[in-house]
């Protein structure tokens, strides 16, 4: 059985990512025997793993492509050790895992070291009604939004020579008026069993449910956040200059909740989201047909992450 299961996007990252894809398959070539790994090319929307079992599953791409692998990698008996090598935009799941200052600093050869070297954390996994999974985050609003008018930029050929951070910058612009049109019911359970629930007012820009300490390509949540607590934190982002303040943290790499102190925020381990009508939704930035509601996020596992 081949050991290891190397993961490639291509089109992750622009040009960019297309000659870190190169030297990451030379550096792969140097290491290990053809009979010890397998490679796969994927695009957007399109991983399809080998039913082969791996203990180690290097994903080369963006958060997108690290979600999309998620979704098969559930459905396998063991969970395999996981290393992420960012060449998307945000990358936040590949920040946390510290591989991407691994890469500034040391490299290809160096996220490769640690691959070998093998230190991990358990990172929680979220499911959504039991039937998608996630690591990163959960969200309903403005930035789901934002994303879907980045993939229909991308599908329709108007983003080819713009990066992808510029983008997010136009989507963000073009849709800052967007806002919650219904209400939001939310229950959850605290840590000590309670049970809680709130409503969540017509006009709130933001709900996000979040696993890691970064969000959205390095904006900063939540200081709470840890991603192998078994616990997620949820939160509420009601005015339009809070989700301004929120995306302001990826400079000031301070967590909104340290600035923001009144905001609406809680952990726990279980949650459960209903509402009446529609609400553009987006999993670890991935936009999808999400089920109606109600929504149900649950932590439903863990997998070793590989970190630097």
């Given at each position: 059985m081949k050991r290891t299961l190397c993961i490639i996007n291509p089109l992750s990252g622009g040009s960019a990512g297309d000659r870190l894809r190169h030297r990451l398959l030379a550096e792969i070539k140097r290491r290990l025997p053809a009979t010890a790994y397998d490679t796969i090319m994927t695009?957007?929307?399109?991983?399809?793993?080998?039913?082969?079992?791996?203990?180690?599953?290097?994903?080369?791409?963006?958060?997108?492509?690290?979600?999309?692998?998620?979704?098969?990698?559930?459905?396998?008996?063991?969970?395999?050790?996981?290393?992420?090598?960012?060449?998307?935009?945000?990358?936040?799941?590949?920040?946390?895992?510290?591989?991407?200052?691994?890469?500034?600093?040391?490299?290809?050869?160096?996220?490769?070291?640690?691959?070998?070297?093998?230190?991990?954390?358990?990172?929680?996994?979220?499911?959504?009604?039991?039937?998608?999974?996630?690591?990163?985050?959960?969200?309903?609003?403005?930035?789901?939004?934002?994303?879907?008018?980045?993939?229909?930029?991308?599908?329709?050929?108007?983003?080819?020579?713009l990066p992808g951070k510029c983008l997010y910058i136009g989507a963000g612009l073009r849709n800052a008026g967007n806002r919650l049109t219904m209400p939001v019911a939310l229950v959850w359970s605290d840590t000590n069993g309670g049970q809680h629930s709130l409503i969540a007012k017509p006009g709130t820009r933001q709900i996000m449910v979040t696993n890691i300490p970064w969000y959205?390509?390095?904006?900063?949540?939540?200081?709470?956040?840890?991603?192998?607590?078994?616990?997620?934190?949820?939160?509420?982002?009601?005015?339009?200059?809070?989700?301004?303040?929120?995306?302001?943290?990826?400079?000031i790499n301070i967590p909104f909740d340290r600035i923001h102190r009144a905001a609406l925020r809680f952990q726990t381990h279980s949650l459960i989201l209903s509402w009446n009508g529609y609400a553009a939704g987006q999993l670890d930035g991935e936009t999808l047909d999400l089920p109606a509601a109600p929504h149900t996020i649950t932590c439903t596992a863990q997998l070793p992450l590989i970190i630097a």
């Open positions: 695009g957007r929307n399109a991983v399809r793993l080998p039913a082969s079992d791996y203990e180690t599953v290097i994903v080369a791409g963006g958060d997108g492509t690290v979600w999309q692998s998620m979704q098969q990698l559930m459905q396998r008996s063991a969970l395999p050790r996981v290393a992420v090598i960012p060449l998307g935009t945000g990358n936040d799941l590949a920040r946390a895992s510290g591989m991407i200052q691994c890469l500034r600093c040391h490299g290809i050869s160096g996220i490769l070291d640690a691959v070998e070297q093998g230190k991990t954390t358990m990172l929680d996994i979220l499911s959504l009604n039991n039937r998608f999974f996630f690591t990163n985050y959960y969200g309903i609003g403005i930035d789901a939004t934002v994303a879907q008018s980045i993939n229909a930029m991308r599908a329709g050929q108007r983003s080819l020579r959205g390509g390095g904006a900063r949540p939540s200081s709470w956040c840890r991603m192998d607590d078994g616990l997620f934190e949820v939160t509420i982002v009601e005015q339009w200059w809070q989700w301004v303040l929120l995306h302001l943290t990826r400079f």
